[in-house]
């Protein structure tokens, strides 16, 4: 059981290239979500999604597209890398809603990206 | 509208003396407190969560938390702060309705030998 991963860790980019980054949980969860961390602001939502084929943008939205073909992967995508997107990314998935149940959010390790 | 303020950016504490981490949040409806703990170049870890149970919550590695609902605060305390406690600390608020789930900016911890 390995919990929530990242791939990759860590990644340079040129403005204007594109990437995708991708997550898999291996608990089964419905829910899935990324988050971009960046000094002094927490982690802040980018998009969401609420089961396999389902998507939903957070807080933070612009810059990034998401898809969830298979409930177990949930790739996170830049179409055209901007310096503003270099941050940590934090995929996390939960069995259920987090506000209406005990249930928990699980963190994978981050992947750290640069664009220049 | 949700919010959460962490009053630190960063506390300093000898190893062995008590740890407070400082936590205010608004909320429109009862929300769900968390706390997470986040070691260097690691991802999040739950230390501890509220969700309308007891007021006093029990975490791990020592770790508890209070939800005054008058302060409006969920204050993260230890008794006795060890050196492998030095990590960023996360308080997050989430209310009904899904997906509003507001982190803090995050305390940095120090521990001193």
């Known amino acids: 059981n390995a919990g929530v991963t990242q791939t990759p860790k860590f990644r340079v980019l040129k403005t204007g290239q594109s990437m995708t980054l991708l997550c898999a949980q291996d608990m089964n969860h419905e829910y899935m979500y990324w988050y971009r961390q960046d000094p002094g602001m927490g982690l802040r939502l980018i998009h969401y999604s609420v089961g396999e084929g389902t998507t939903a943008k957070g807080e933070v939205p612009d810059g990034y597209n998401v898809s969830r073909l298979k409930k177990q992967n949930f790739l996170l995508g830049l179409e055209s890398a901007a310096p503003s997107q270099t941050s940590v990314y934090f995929c996390?998935?939960?069995?259920?809603?987090?506000?209406?149940?005990?249930?928990?959010?699980?963190f994978g390790p981050g992947t750290r990206l640069t664009v220049l | 509208a949700q919010s959460v303020t962490q009053l630190d950016s960063h506390v300093s504490v000898s190893e062995g003396t008590p740890v407070l981490l400082r936590c205010n949040y608004s909320s429109s409806y009862s929300p769900s407190l968390f706390w997470y703990v986040q070691h260097p170049n690691k991802g999040l870890q739950l230390l501890l969560k509220?969700?309308?149970?007891?007021?006093l919550v029990k975490g791990i590695n020592g770790f508890e938390a209070e939800f005054k609902k008058s302060e409006t605060s969920f204050h993260l305390t230890k008794p006795s702060a060890h050196m492998s406690d030095a990590a960023e600390y996360f308080c997050v608020v989430s209310e009904a309705g899904g997906f509003k789930t507001i982190f803090g900016a995050g305390t940095r911890l120090f521990v001193k030998a």
């Open positions: 509220y969700t309308s149970a007891a007021t």
């Open positions: 996390a998935s939960s069995q259920s809603y987090l506000a209406v149940s005990t249930d928990t959010q699980y």
